[in-house]
């Protein structure tokens, strides 16, 4: 008997299959999607895109990196060959080479010496821009009645800045806005927070910071992103980050600086203490002044009286009856003369007015004849015989009729 042996069926993938299988396969895996990679960076390029690449490595094995352009304008810090990283990203794998790889969104330092490095190179940079110009910072308000605060709800800051406001400035009120200031998402928080209260017109100063700790703690404040927030900020801003010896991104973009959280309270608002001092050497002086304008005048009253005795205001009196007595009299006189004189010139004129007039000539025989109409007669030729005509005299008038005409011969 024959026994038939079946023959196994093989089924063949092509080199793109596997690939897009395992690409699935890791894809499939959320884990995967969102990951953080320690490791040494070699290899580092950057194309003409814009796009990163570099190696990731360990004493065992190594694994690729890229950086998409858009993801690439964001970093805060570039790496450099030599430097531990840590790396954040999706795990894929490029169908191209087939090898896996990490798309990755951000890269921090390890180690303080490279966090100090990425300090320097964005404080270069914001420095270049004019972020830190003098020119760009905005004076903060004399007095203000409201306070924004961009920190913790449960850190020691905002409690020491109620505390010292309370002692120093109880007029002004307070409003925070909470956020992270340490950790992931703590630059965007701040950030966000600050955009939150410039959507505000109650607030006149904001104070953003933190207490003291390590340069990691404080790294949130040395964020490209917190700094332009600052920067774009309406509002004046005053940065409270760490102790008096902590320098950070935000103090020098902010428009004032204060070593610590209660500091900037003393930065911000005057002392009450002060001000009542103040107030109550403007009251002492405002009585001085006062006091002695009153001394002043009493003193010239005074004077007054004496120059005004009784016996001397009798004196002044009759004098000043004197003085009115002789200033009638010359009123008088001057009064008389210019009558005196506006008499003779009256009777100048009227001498000269009667040497021209017409009944002066008729005092020396002469008469004026008239027809009954009030006609003045000049010529013989204005009559006929038999008309009446008038003929007036210096003293009295004639009613006569013209009998003859006679020629001028």
Known sequence: ????????????????????????????????????????????????????YFTLKDDRTHIQVVIFRNSAIGLRFVPKDGEEVLVQGRLNLYPARGQYQINANKVEPLGIGALQRAFEELKQQLADEGLFDEQHKKPLPEYPKKIGVVTSETGAAFQDICQQ???????????????????????????????????????????????????????AFNEELVARAIFASTIPVVSAVGHETDFTISDMVADHRAPTPSAAIEHIV?????????????????????????????????????????????????????????????????????????????????????????????????????KTDGEVLTSAEQVSIGNRIEIQLADGHLACRVEELLSEE
Not at 344 to 366: E, F, H, I, V, W
């Open 165 to 219: 406001l309370r002692k120093r400035y109880p007029l002004a009120k307070v409003l925070l806005h909470p956020t992270l200031v340490q950790g992931e998402g703590a630059a965007e928080g701040i950030a966000r927070a600050l955009q939150a209260m410039n959507q505000r017109d109650d607030i006149d100063v904001l104070i953003i910071g933190r207490g003291g700790g390590s340069i990691e703690d404080l790294w």
């Open 270 to 370: 005057p002392d009450q203490e002060e001000l009542f001092a103040q107030l109550e050497g403007y009251k002492a002086w405002l009585c001085r002044m006062i006091n002695n304008q009153f001394d002043t005048q009493k003193t010239r009253l005074q004077e007054l009286e004496t120059r005004l005795a009784p016996t001397r205001r009798k004196d002044a009196i009759y004098q000043l009856h004197q003085t009115v007595d002789a200033l009638d009299a010359a009123c008088r006189a001057a009064v008389e003369r210019r009558l005196n004189d506006n008499k003779r010139d009256l009777q100048t004129l009227t001498q000269r007015l009667n040497a021209l007039s017409p009944l002066a000539t008729l005092q020396r025989g002469y008469s004026i004849s008239r």
């Open 1 to 52: 008997m024959q026994l038939e042996i079946p023959i196994a069926t093989r089924t063949v993938h092509s080199v793109s299959e596997i690939t897009d299988l395992l690409k699935n396969l890791i894809e499939q895996q959320p884990y995967l999607q969102n990951v953080w990679v320690q490791g040494q960076v070699s290899n580092y390029s950057r194309s003409g895109a814009g796009h990163i």
